[in-house]
């Protein structure tokens, strides 16, 4: 059946502010490629990190949906995790989960690893294999 697949489409993210999340992504590094809504909840395509989130947006009043199937976080492989690190720094993002990163040789077959926040609370993890 897996040949039935064509491969990922997009990461959703849910945010309460579509314009300050896709100010964030471009302060990162991201390119919005496409902006849309489906009655009044915006959505937006993002570009990051070889990936492709889909913003989103809830119309006016209602929650933004979080629990049980939720997406706790996403990865981005980087070649260099300080450097990468210290761009997302020198952008002014300061949401960096621990001091420091994680180097875990055990884990994988080795990674090290930092986590940030995006403004909608989502966990975004920097992730080098060593």
């Known amino acids: 059946m897996k040949e039935l697949y064509k491969g990922l489409a997009h ?5 309460a502010d579509m314009e ?9 590094g991201g390119t919005v490629t496409a902006r849309s809504s ?3 909840k ?11 989130l889909e913003l989103i947006q809830p119309p006016a009043g209602e929650l933004v949906p979080s629990g049980v199937g939720s997406i706790p976080h996403f990865a ?5 995790l300080d450097k990468v690190a210290a761009a997302v720094k020198a952008a002014g993002v ?10 875990l040789p055990d ?9 940030f926040t995006g403004p909608s ?3 975004i993890e920097l992730l080098q294999m060593l």
């Not at 915006?42 to 492709?52: N, P, Q, R």
């Not at 300061?94 to 180097?103: C, D, G, H, L, Q």
């Open 94 to 103: 300061f949401s960096f989960t621990t001091p420091e990163k994680r180097v």
């Open 76 to 80: 981005v492989y980087v070649d260099d």
């Open 121 to 123: 609370g989502e966990q």
């Open 38 to 40: 489906v009655g009044e």
């Open 42 to 52: 915006l959505l937006a395509l993002v570009e990051f990190g070889g990936l492709v």
């Open 107 to 115: 884990t994988f077959g080795g990674l090290q690893n930092w986590f």
């Open 11 to 15: 990461v959703a993210v849910n945010t």
């Open 20 to 28: 300050e999340s896709i100010a964030f992504y471009e302060k990162i």
